[in-house]
């Protein structure tokens, strides 16, 4: 069982910055994959990043070049950095696992999610 606390939701200003992180417990998370999705209302949730236990990191289109995803292993956690942000990036933003290191965009790939933190951007 892993168990995933996000944090660092709030209210920023179109153009702002805001770093989201997830701590995550087990004693492997080292060789987890973790990777950050994003609700917003009304529509489906969506890929927002990952970062494979190799340290590889793939991002959705939207973010590319204004997201970064990052990873402490010594910490068990993950963060989302969030830098040039539109009112389109609102949303709740979920951390997840894979345990296995075969995580995709998918996220039917992850086995533990976390409860989420909102996101919210003002124009």
């Known amino acids: 069982q892993v168990q995933l606390v996000e944090s660092g939701g709030g209210l920023v200003q179109a153009g702002g910055s805001l770093t989201l992180s997830c701590a995550a417990s087990g004693r492997t998370f080292s060789s987890y994959d973790m990777g950050w999705f994003r609700q917003a209302p009304g529509k489906e949730r969506e890929f927002v990043a990952v970062?494979?236990?190799?340290?590889?990191?793939y991002y959705a289109d939207s973010v590319k070049g204004r997201f970064t995803i990052s990873r402490d292993n010594a910490k068990n956690t993950v963060d989302l950095e969030m830098n040039s942000l539109k009112p389109e990036d609102t949303a709740v933003y979920y951390c997840?696992?894979?345990?296995?290191?075969?995580?995709?965009?998918?996220?039917?790939?992850?086995?533990?999610w976390g409860q989420g933190t909102q996101v919210t951007i003002s124009s």
């Open positions: 997840a696992s894979n345990v296995n290191g075969r995580a995709t965009t998918r996220d039917h790939d992850y086995d533990y």
């Open positions: 970062i494979k236990w190799s340290g590889r990191t």
